[in-house]
C-alpha cells in the first residue's frame, strides 16, 4: 500500500531521507520507511523530525492507514 520509499534501508543520510519524502509527498501518499537493520547505519530516527516538521507546516496530517 505504499507509494513513496525513502530507501532508508540503504543507509543514506538523513538529509537525503528528508529530500526524498518531502518529493514523494502529496495528499493520501503511505511512505516507507524501516526503523532496523542490522548491518547499516539508520539515520530514520534523526530525519523523522524534520519529515514531521516540514510536512505540517505545508499543511499536511498525520493519520492511520485504516484512516486513509
Known amino acids: ?3 513513496a ?3 532508508n534501508w540503504s543507509g543514506v543520510p538523513a538529509e537525503e531521507i ?3 519524502v518531502m ?7 503511505i511512505i516507507l520507511q524501516h ?4 548491518t547499516w547505519k539508520f539515520e530514520t530516527v534523526k ?3 524534520q ?6 507546516a ?3 496530517e498525520f493519520v492511520t492507514v485504516s484512516t486513509l
Open 1 to 3: 500500500m505504499w507509494r
Open 5 to 7: 520509499d525513502t530507501k
Open 23 to 29: 518529493k514523494d509527498a502529496r495528499p493520501g501518499v
Open 35 to 38: 526503523n532496523y537493520h542490522v
Open 58 to 60: 505545508q499543511g499536511y
Open 47 to 49: 530525519a523523522l523530525p
Open 18 to 20: 528528508v529530500s526524498r
Open 51 to 56: 519529515i514531521i516538521d516540514q510536512l505540517r
